[in-house]
């Protein structure tokens, strides 16, 4: 059973950053597609960043140019820097990780930013 864990979140001023990895554990597969996901207190999920297999990189428009998402140096990690930080940015960061085509969620990272 694949699981996908997060890690990497914390409280941090506006205008810092914050380095996000999500790993995939309990397959010999790499992570192929993946996506970082967010959620405010009070609304609905939304999407933050993807990248494809082939490593091509898409992201909100909210978060273009601050954020970057990467496969990781490791074989099934994938991995979300984000940059210039706003307290708008404040939510639960999750992970959807595709292994063989199905996709894994993780449990979530919080992610508080001050002003």
């Known amino acids: 059973q694949v699981q996908v864990v997060e890690t990497g979140g914390g409280l941090v001023q506006a205008g810092g950053s914050l380095r996000l990895s999500c790993a995939a554990s309990?397959?010999?597969?790499?992570?192929?597609?993946a996506g970082w996901y967010r959620q405010a207190p009070g609304k609905q999920r939304e999407w933050v960043a993807a990248?494809?297999?082939?490593?091509?990189?898409d992201y909100a428009d909210s978060v273009n140019g601050r954020f970057t998402i990467s496969k990781g140096n490791a074989k099934n990690t994938v991995t979300l820097q984000m940059n210039s930080l706003k307290p708008e940015d404040t939510a639960v960061y999750y992970c959807?990780?595709?292994?063989?085509?199905?996709?894994?969620w993780g449990q979530g990272t919080q992610v508080t930013v001050s002003s």
């Open positions: 959807n990780a595709q292994v063989l085509a199905k996709a894994y």
């Open positions: 309990g397959s010999i597969f790499s992570i192929g597609a």
């Open positions: 990248i494809s297999s082939g490593g091509i990189t």
